[in-house]
């Protein structure tokens, strides 16, 4: 068994939904519960391999990779399917195989228009793919070929399943995207040129830019290629645009995986790639990156206050809470990038949980402008107190999950890595800081007036408002559980992420001597 | 180190000691309780948070009896001069260590300890995985004390060589220490237990009666539970960090139970107001402990923290600019907790939630604890701001202003518990204000002090509006209830008296402590000349006197002014008031000056016993040094001259509501007084009644102005700049596009390509064509621009 898992482990995990993938395309489209029913199987599939290896997993050795599994992949370009999970890819794994299973109930009942379960679903299910793929790739053609999957089925999600405006919003998330994208694979085969490398393996390329002569300025360059793509993922200021629309336009589903996984692939890269094979340039660009993360942060709050739209306002929050993730990594130390780890499984459960409840929301009042809501709580007492619980943990509430994402990172401002200014990012963690009050008006105030006070007129009487359903709850309940239990038990995440997160702190300290 | 190993048997520590986080973790457990299955119940949950809350107000009173029994013993020990019994292997340094300058033995704190998680450098040396609920193995029970460092090293190698093992497994092992939660026991901690748990086991009680019928009865007998669990859990935090969580979860209750009746907007704006004000403050905590946090070689222990504040300026200390910036951050968090100047707002709109509620937050929880954090980190406001031996520092300032500005604004309302409210602002001034003169004591013994007279006040002003039909107008619906309510007069009067501090109540003894302290008045020695605080204070002791003379007249003399006859309430309402009343007047005499003892012939022990069992060791080990310790000397004439002034005021006041009541029995005020005469005294009253426009800047100005201009401002950009740029660089490659398919593509590759590309061209008709011709274009020309800006760095470099 364990020899099994150490060498096909992963590859079952990352490939078992194309098979799903395979089964449902033979399937006629009118077998709709059973294409659920294959749809659902899957994702548990490739979770039961996940907790396999999760279960596995050498947790006193989170530094080094585990279950590698190095094979030729495409010969002539020197590419290998290498592919392993270590401290840093395994929470974001985790959360991905939480995510689409519970992402699949919820759609049980929740197809939305116009319909078609069974395209649906397998979007879903390459989507799936194509995020663990970026997790585990240790190659970066690799990386970049999953990073792209991903980029196809939400694409379609968007366009054919979103709102009025889908198709502006799908192509402009389609474009803007692979613009980043491109600028990073360039720096992929400039990096792959330069130091004359023999594979695009990650950790082989960061030793061989040690001992090149790669002069700091290309560094810096290429490094400025990677922030490009890795940036507009996140999505940092001011490349967020893309973010709010895609998000307002998608289907619930597509909200709830861009804001729990499909960011996340964004900060996973700077810390997987990025900081670790270009760390000389990296120190360059982190006051940079610090800058904007922190414009982020009070950005996207001023964004979220000027929102009439729940979903909205929702999604510029999003801006905010990675700025904090970014924040962290900018740091370039140990405690930031724990910070900016557990930033993003919160984030994912939170945001996720939020957009989740904007869907039902949107399903039961058709509506999402914030001032003809209100009265939710009375309405449907249980939504509204799930509202009030994710606002709560968004904003950052200790004892609950976000908290972690947050102090920590703040904290980690104060005092950065050796060869960058302290006074600098102190300034930015008095600014970080001053987005917390702004998060909780935001948030507050979301609250205030969707879950408090009466239902209008216009809603009062409404039937077709009713309090969660039994897929919802099952959706749902694992996101709140998980966020109380992080939120009491950090170590579950940070004695995971400690291990690789000092690793790289530590190559910044030796960077400076 | 300490009261170690031989003295108090310390070998076993108390088993309450040990397992004191019970105490939190009942009314936790009752939260999940009363959520899950409140509703099903025949007293719809209240049972379950009474039952849980009474069990941890046991577990508290036995901590309580336990500590003092510890402290009583080590001192007679003392007192038998069996000295050596106190020091390990009789060292004489440290007898000094134990004792504070009169010798007295104070008691150390008792830290229990379990790895929470680790993070930042632990990586090989904390290899064991450990899920943070298995406690058996990494707990330790070290009975620390926060007092010199070498000397605790030193111990830690030889007399408690069995239990230094587990220790160092826990801590010297890895080179960044896991970061701990656990449970401080101290004088000031077991003292927090006690109030919090028997406050809120009356106001569970008095509630049943009080919301009966409410809509959400069981989810506010829910969150009343969780309130107390949260305030328990920060009173026993042993880091800053769970100092932190705690300080927040303490912040959420209060918004879920200030806006219990959330339908209405007022409400809900009131409780969003309480956790955004309190949100500015946080920022001054988060930063402070941050700095703490590095200041103290990357730790979170307040022990640590602590030691190393104490050692500032020597070897091994923390820089004291450090600690001064540190300690300013921490008061901008004590200002909005504890609602001082210029952050209090929040606290009188808090009212808004249900009246027990109030009583909970502005005795119990909530407020007082930013004043307990100010005690729980001493050491780091002491060194930080120099509190000895000066005239004037942040603290006390902050202080001496709340409390006046806050008395003031008490004349001005005819809410009953808005009066209430401001006079918690104004007496939490007292504290903070104690505090920063250095009578750690006297602001820790008003804190015990005024909980008792505080959640009197406001469960009498509850049963009141409960008798006046859900109002709290003093001067439209109340008037002459002594007659109706009789049991609800006689408590609140109590309370009033001892709010007004005077003798023998309770707050008279607190009051006359703080402002000697000040050191100030002639032979009362204490740490510093703190004139202003000392005047404002004493401004202050007539203030009150005067506003609750004011408060007293308008519900309970008089005559009547509401419609419908009032009545008496119930006695789970009076049992409560009489407990608390009870209370407010004799807790005065656990801190009785020795002096005073003496001249009655009560026997010597009887004298400071509060200070005895409340004062942390952590203060005797600023003795010797510079800028050390001392307690403020106790003056009889200070103690006449204070309680002539309140006796004053109020004598005053009631002169004037007599001579109005013989002129017209129903009115409230004279329509002809000073105020519409004088123009100055009118300006200044508008200036009172408008809360000295601080509403008006924060929510008039600075909240409207960032969700309006500047956040509206910022979207604009957003929408019309960031956003446009992207279009036009999208429309301009799909030009570019078109024109390269038009002209190239079209020309050179074949018609099968052709034939699909032309239905991409007419976008929007096929929304599947339209996207694989989309798709098909980008991956094109990102693979051609790849591939080419590739080809220039290969060239260039």
């Not at chain 1, 194509?130 to 694409?155: Q, R, S």
């Not at chain 1, 810096?220 to 507009?232: A, K, P």
């Not at chain 1, 945001?351 to 309405?379: D, P």
Request: with cysteine; charged share 15%; hydrophobic share 50%.
């Amino acid at each position: 068994m364990t020899e099994f898992l150490d060498t096909w482990g992963i590859t079952a995990m990352v490939f078992v939904p194309l098979l799903g993938v395979a089964l449902m395309m033979a399937m006629p489209k009118t077998m709709e519960p059973a294409i659920k029913g294959v749809a659902l199987a899957t994702s548990l599939a490739s979770a039961f391999f996940g907790v396999l290896l999760l279960t596995n997993f050498n947790y006193d050795d989170s530094a080094s990779m585990q279950f590698v599994q190095d094979v030729s992949w495409i010969e002539i370009i020197n590419t290998r399917y290498n592919v392993g999970i270590d401290g840093i890819s395994l929470p974001l794994i985790a959360l991905t195989l939480l995510v689409t299973p519970l992402v699949i109930i919820y759609s049980w009942n929740h197809i939305p228009k116009p319909g078609n379960a069974k395209a649906f679903l397998i979007l879903m299910l390459i989507l799936h793919t194509g995020m663990l793929g970026t997790f585990v790739a240790k190659d970066l053609i690799l990386f970049f070929v999953f990073f792209e999957v991903v980029l196809l089925p939400m694409y379609f999600m968007i366009g054919v399943w979103g709102g009025p405006q889908r198709l502006y919003a799908s192509i402009k998330f389609f474009l803007y995207t692979l613009f980043g994208s491109a600028l990073m694979l360039v720096s992929f085969l400039a990096l792959y040129w330069l130091t004359g490398s023999e594979s695009f393996d990650i950790v082989k390329l960061g030793e061989l830019v040690s001992t090149s002569d790669i002069t700091h300025g290309t560094q810096v360059l290429l490094f400025g290629g990677m922030f490009m793509g890795f940036g507009i993922k996140v999505p940092m200021f001011p490349f967020h645009t893309w973010l709010p629309d895609a998000h307002t336009q998608a289907p619930t589903q597509g909200s709830v995986i861009l804001a729990a996984v499909l960011l996340k692939l964004g900060t996973y890269g700077f810390i997987r790639i990025a900081l670790p094979t270009l760390p000389e340039a990296a120190v360059t660009w982190a006051p940079w990156i610090g800058l904007l993360a922190v414009i982020g942060i009070i950005y996207g709050a001023l964004g979220c206050l000027a929102q009439t739209d729940m979903k909205r306002l929702i999604a510029f929050s999003s801006v905010a809470h990675m700025g904090y993730v970014m924040l962290g990594i900018s740091t370039l130390t140990d405690f930031g990038i724990n910070a900016a780890i557990f930033g993003m499984v919160a984030h994912g459960l939170i945001t996720g949980m939020l957009f989740f409840i904007a869907g039902s929301v949107k399903e039961r009042y058709h509506t999402l402008e914030i001032k003809r809501l209100g009265g939710l709580l009375l309405q449907a007492p249980r939504m509204g107190w799930i509202l009030g619980f994710a606002t709560m943990a968004s904003l950052g509430l200790p004892g609950l999950a976000g908290f972690w994402g947050e102090f920590p990172a703040i904290l980690s401002a104060y005092n950065p890595a050796p060869g960058l200014s302290t006074g600098l990012f102190r300034g930015y963690m008095v600014v970080a800081a001053l987005g917390t009050v702004l998060a909780a008006g935001y948030l507050l105030w979301l609250l205030q007036r969707t879950a408090f006070g009466k239902p209008s007129e216009e809603f009062a009487d409404d039937p077709e408002i009713v309090d969660a359903v039994l897929s919802e709850w099952i959706a749902w309940v694992p996101f709140l559980i998980l966020i109380v239990v992080l939120g009491f038990f950090p170590g579950l995440i940070f004695d995971i992420t400690d291990a690789p997160s000092t690793a790289i702190g530590d190559m910044f300290k030796v960077l400076d001597k | 180190m300490i009261f170690s190993a031989e003295n108090v048997d310390a070998e076993s520590v108390a088993w309450i000691f040990e397992n004191v986080w019970l105490v939190p973790a009942l009314p936790a457990l009752s939260f999940f309780l009363i959520l899950f299955f409140g509703k099903k119940l025949p007293k719809r949950g209240a049972e379950i948070g009474i039952f849980s809350v009474g069990l941890a107000f046991g577990l508290a009173v036995f901590a309580t009896f336990t500590w003092i029994t510890q402290i009583n013993d080590s001192q007679s020990e003392k007192t038998d001069e069996s000295y050596a019994a106190l020091s390990i292997e009789g060292e004489p340094s440290q007898k000094v260590i134990l004792t504070a300058d009169d010798g007295a033995v104070r008691g150390k704190p008792i830290i229990t300890e379990v790895e929470w998680f680790s993070i930042g450098g632990s990586s090989d040396s904390h290899s064991e995985e450990e899920a943070p609920s298995e406690t058996s193995k990494e707990n330790k029970t070290a009975i620390d004390s926060p007092a010199i460092v070498a000397i605790a090293a030193e111990d830690s190698s030889d007399s408690e060589a069995d239990k230094s093992d587990d220790y160092a497994t826990a801590h010297s092992e890895s080179d960044a220490p896991a970061i701990s939660i656990g449970t401080w026991v101290d004088g000031q901690s077991v003292m927090m237990l006690f109030v919090v748990t028997l406050v809120s086991l009356l106001v569970h009680v008095y509630s049943t009666d009080y919301v009966h019928g409410d809509r959400r009865f069981t989810h506010y007998f829910a969150f009343l539970s969780l309130f107390t669990s949260a305030m328990l859990f920060m009173v026993l935090s042993s880091s800053t960090l769970q100092l932190i969580v705690g300080w927040e979860l303490v912040g959420v209750c209060s918004f879920a139970l200030i806006g219990h009746w959330w339908e209405d907007k007022p409400n809900s704006d009131a409780a969003l107001k309480a956790f955004l004000t309190n949100r500015v403050g946080d920022i001054g905590l988060l930063i402070g402990m941050t700095v703490l946090y590095f200041a103290a070689d990357k730790s979170f222990s307040i022990e640590k923290i602590n030691q190393m504040a104490v050692l500032s300026g020597q070897e091994g200390g923390i820089d004291k600019g450090l600690l001064t910036i540190a300690a300013l951050c921490l008061m901008a968090a004590v200002m909005s907790k504890s609602g001082q100047f210029i952050l209090h707002t929040w606290l009188p709109d808090a009212m808004a939630g249900p009246t027990p509620v109030s009583a909970l937050i502005h005795a119990a929880t909530m407020v007082v604890a930013g004043v307990y954090m100010i005690g729980r980190l001493y050491p780091v406001f002491w060194e930080g701001l120099t509190i000895a031996g000066s005239n004037i520092n942040a603290m006390a300032l902050i202080g001496a202003i709340t409390t006046v500005g806050g008395g003031l604004l008490a004349f001005v309302q005819r809410d009953i518990k808005k009066v209430l409210a401001y006079s918690t602002v104004s007496q939490l001034g007292y504290m903070v204000l104690a505090l920063g003169v250095g009578a750690y004591t006297a602001g820790m013994f008003h804190l015990f002090t005024h909980a008792f007279f505080k959640a009197c006040l406001f469960l009498g002003a509850g049963s009141v509006s409960h008798a006046c039909h859900h109002s709290f107008d003093m001067k439209a619906d109340m008037g002459g209830l002594r007659k109706y309510m009789p049991k609800t007069f006689a408590t609140f009067m109590i309370g009033s008296l001892a709010l007004a501090g005077i003798p023998p109540l309770a707050g008279f003894w607190s009051k006359d402590e703080i402002l000697a302290g000040a050191g100030v008045w002639p032979g009362t020695g204490g740490n510093g000349t703190y004139y202003i605080p000392f005047i404002f204070g004493m401004l202050t002791a007539a203030m009150t006197a005067a506003y609750m003379t004011r408060v007293i007249w308008l519900t309970f003399f008089g005559t009547y002014r509401g419609h419908e006859k009032p009545h008496e309430s119930g006695s789970r309402i009076t049992i409560p008031l009489i407990v608390l009343a009870g209370l407010a007047s004799v807790v005065g005499f656990l801190n009785m000056p020795s002096p005073f003892v003496e001249t009655l012939g009560l026997p010597k022990s009887w004298a400071h016993k509060f200070e005895d069992w409340v004062e942390p060791a952590g203060i005797a080990t600023f003795v010797g040094k510079a800028n050390g310790f001392t307690h403020a000397k106790p003056s009889l004439s200070l103690a006449i001259v204070a309680t002539l002034c309140a006796v004053g005021a109020g004598g005053a006041v009631l002169a004037y509501y007599k001579k109005l009541y013989a002129k017209d029995p129903q009115a409230t005020e004279y329509s002809d007084g000073f105020l519409a005469k004088v123009p100055p005294l009118r300006a200044g009253y508008a200036f009172l009644t408008n809360k000295y426009y601080l509403d008006h800047l924060y929510s008039g100005v600075i909240a409207a102005g960032t969700k309006g201009p500047v956040a509206k401002a910022a979207y604009w950009f957003n929408q019309n700049v960031l956003d446009q740029v992207i279009n036009v660089a999208g429309k301009l490659s799909v030009f570019v596009g078109r024109f390269i398919y038009r002209f190239i593509d079209q020309g050179t590759i074949d018609g099968l390509v052709n034939a699909s590309g032309r239905g991409a061209s007419e976008s929007g008709e096929s929304l599947r064509q339209v996207q694989s011709g989309q798709v098909r274009h980008y991956a094109v020309m990102m693979f051609a621009a790849a591939a080419l800006l590739a080809a220039v760095f290969m060239v260039d470099f």
